[in-house]
């Protein structure tokens, strides 16, 4: 339903900012309890629209999101501290004659001298999909936009080898986006 996505989308800010957050201070930006913490958040959901009947269920899925991300080894990688790392950085360039902005969730350069450009996303499979469809669905979702943002890193730093992901931290999946359609597995 409409209010299901508006819902949906909010956690999906809520969580960006936090996962932000948690990046530039470490991990006690996020409180493992916290009533207050909790409080706050409700304010938030409730400020951005959240109807009271859905409160805690999106605080469960905000807390689900961010606590899966820090108990796993590849959420701690990818919020750690990391060189020439930044959070919700905003390009901007020209690719083929388009204009295209970017605000990208995280982008640093590993110990390989990589950079990788990674998006966070809220989402989770359907009922009744399976793992496998649900990330060849989003990955051929987000495939162009990715590539339009490593094209937009390139241009910054032609010599670098550049890679990108898409991250679902309610179910710690990390899957590492390739030109061709088959996306390759890294399993959580």
């Not at 809520?14 to 930006?29: D, K, P």
């Not at 109807?51 to 961010?66: Q, S, T, Y």
């Not at 936009?145 to 890193?153: D, I, N, T, V």
Request: charged share 20%; with cysteine; aromatic share 6%.
């Amino acid at each position: 339903s409409g209010w299901e996505q508006q819902s949906r989308r909010h956690i999906g800010t809520l969580v960006h900012q936090i996962l932000e957050q948690i990046t530039r201070q470490g991990g006690s930006a996020w409180p493992t309890v916290g009533a207050d913490r909790d409080q706050m958040l409700g304010r938030q959901l409730a400020g951005l629209g959240v109807p009271g009947h859905e409160l805690n269920a999106a605080l469960g899925r905000i807390r689900d999101a961010v606590d899966q991300t820090l108990a796993s080894s590849r959420g701690q990688w990818i919020l750690g501290p990391q060189a020439e790392g930044a959070c919700e950085l905003e390009l901007s360039g020209i690719i083929d004659g388009q204009v295209v902005r970017a605000v990208i969730d995280r982008t640093f350069v590993d110990n390989a001298g990589i950079r990788w450009v990674i998006d966070y996303k809220t989402s989770t499979p359907q009922a009744t999909e399976s793992l496998a469809d649900f990330v060849q669905r989003e990955t051929e979702h987000y495939r162009q936009q990715l590539a339009g943002y490593s094209q937009l890193l390139a241009a910054m730093e032609p010599e670098r080898a550049i890679r990108s992901a898409l991250y679902f931290p309610l179910i710690d999946h990390f899957v590492e986006m390739v030109a061709s359609s088959s996306p390759i597995w890294l399993g959580s």
